[in-house]
């Protein structure tokens, strides 16, 4: 029989309420140094990683898949797990993890169930990670955007920054807000139609920590001079009943003007993909990072694999 030669103590991914701030600033070092790794820099060399994605993704699968390729890993995936997995066939999440789990040496995954993560690393025998779960969180996405704002403004700390779409069912915002909030910040302003506000235990995390924060409902309540860094979202359609969306998106799309007024350095993100409510006309505006920002998902998530399965 083979020994069980896996790490007593795996090393998931799961929520950023796990992280710290030593944690943070090791990944996103490491993040900078794997920008300049030399290319016979392949720990993840004889291991496979299997992404499993059970709700759509382009940027997360695509940098995930390019990260583990880019390490010297194999890599198996599903990309529509919901259509084309066992799931069809009844099988249960915890089922396929622990499959899985003698397949590869970690798995990276997307599902649409809150507790996705939590209950996938209750049952693996190899680290999970969280590559977003339901609308509660997405931490790698979080350390990807904190990794854009520190190459940006050099520190994560003493920020002004807004953010503003659909923050109740945003993960993205959900778990970059938690770590944003671990460090002392200026302002943070919500902005969002009334129906999209943050959960209240967002608020009252921001209370605990005690960083001034104000909610509004549209960019005429914000002055464009006062914002270090506007991070923007889709409303998550797919998370609303029909109809209830078309005086939400008017209610807070950006234009030009209100981003030539900010300062050169602030910046523009989104997770990406945008709808209307980030118009492509301000694609050529030296605050849209939007795309350093995608980019940015393969160092950040090539630190993640190498903590993961490496150290
Ligand atoms: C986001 C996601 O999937 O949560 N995109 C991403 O991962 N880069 C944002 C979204 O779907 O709106």
């Given at each position: 029989?083979?020994?069980?030669?896996?790490?007593?103590?795996?090393?998931?991914?799961?929520?950023?309420v796990?992280?710290d701030?030593?944690?943070i600033?090791?990944?996103?070092d490491?993040?900078?140094?794997?920008?300049?790794?030399?290319?016979d820099h392949t720990?993840?060399?004889?291991?496979?990683?299997?992404t499993?994605?059970?709700?759509?993704s382009?940027?997360?699968?695509?940098s995930f898949?390019?990260?583990?390729l880019?390490l010297?890993?194999?890599n198996?995936?599903t990309?529509n797990?919901?259509?084309f997995?066992?799931?069809?066939?009844?099988?249960?999440?915890?089922?396929?993890i622990?499959?899985?789990?003698?397949?590869?040496?970690?798995?990276v995954?997307?599902?649409?169930?809150?507790?996705?993560?939590?209950r996938?690393?209750?049952?693996?025998?190899?680290?999970?990670i969280?590559a977003?779960?339901g609308?509660?969180?997405h931490?790698?996405?979080?350390?990807?955007?904190?990794y854009?704002?520190?190459?940006r403004?050099?520190q994560?700390?003493n920020l002004?920054i807004?953010f503003a779409?659909?923050?109740?069912?945003g993960?993205t915002v959900h778990?970059?807000?938690?770590?944003?909030?671990?460090y002392?910040?200026r302002h943070?302003?919500?902005l969002?139609?009334?129906?999209?506000?943050?959960g209240p235990?967002?608020?009252q995390?921001l209370?605990?920590?005690?960083?001034?924060?104000?909610?509004?409902?549209g960019?005429d309540?914000?002055?464009p001079?006062?914002?270090?860094?506007?991070?923007?979202?889709?409303?998550?359609?797919e998370?609303?009943?029909?109809?209830a969306?078309?005086d939400?998106e008017?209610?807070?799309?950006l234009?030009?003007s209100f981003?030539?007024q900010?300062?050169?350095?602030a910046?523009?993100?989104?997770?990406?993909?945008?709808?209307s409510?980030?118009p492509?006309?301000?694609?050529?505006l030296?605050?849209?990072?939007?795309?350093?920002q995608?980019?940015?998902?393969?160092p950040?998530r090539?630190a993640?694999?190498?903590?993961c399965?490496?150290?």
């Amino acid at each position: 029989m083979a020994l069980n030669l896996r790490p007593t103590k795996l090393r998931h991914i799961v929520s950023a309420v796990d992280f710290d701030k030593p944690f943070i600033e090791e990944i996103l070092d490491l993040a900078a140094w794997m920008e300049k790794k030399p290319r016979d820099h392949t720990p993840l060399r004889n291991m496979i990683v299997a992404t499993l994605f059970y709700k759509p993704s382009t940027r997360t699968r695509g940098s995930f898949e390019s990260a583990i390729l880019r390490l010297g890993g194999g890599n198996i995936s599903t990309e529509n797990g919901a259509e084309f997995s066992s799931a069809v066939k009844g099988e249960s999440l915890e089922d396929t993890i622990k499959v899985f789990s003698g397949y590869c040496d970690a798995i990276v995954l997307r599902h649409p169930d809150n507790d996705s993560a939590e209950r996938a690393a209750r049952v693996a025998t190899v680290p999970i990670i969280n590559a977003g779960s339901g609308t509660a969180e997405h931490p790698t996405q979080a350390l990807l955007d904190l990794y854009t704002i520190r190459k940006r403004h050099g520190q994560l700390q003493n920020l002004r920054i807004v953010f503003a779409g659909d923050l109740r069912n945003g993960r993205t915002v959900h778990s970059l807000l938690r770590l944003l909030a671990l460090y002392p910040q200026r302002h943070v302003t919500l902005l969002s139609p009334p129906e999209l506000r943050i959960g209240p235990e967002y608020t009252q995390f921001l209370n605990n920590k005690g960083i001034s924060f104000s909610e509004v409902g549209g960019f005429d309540a914000v002055r464009p001079q006062d914002v270090d860094v506007l991070y923007m979202t889709r409303v998550q359609r797919e998370y609303l009943p029909d109809g209830a969306l078309v005086d939400a998106e008017s209610s807070y799309t950006l234009n030009r003007s209100f981003v030539e007024q900010m300062s050169e350095g602030a910046s523009v993100m989104h997770p990406l993909p945008r709808n209307s409510e980030l118009p492509t006309d301000i694609d050529d505006l030296p605050q849209a990072q939007y795309f350093p920002q995608a980019y940015d998902g393969v160092p950040v998530r090539m630190a993640l694999l190498q903590w993961c399965l490496c150290s």
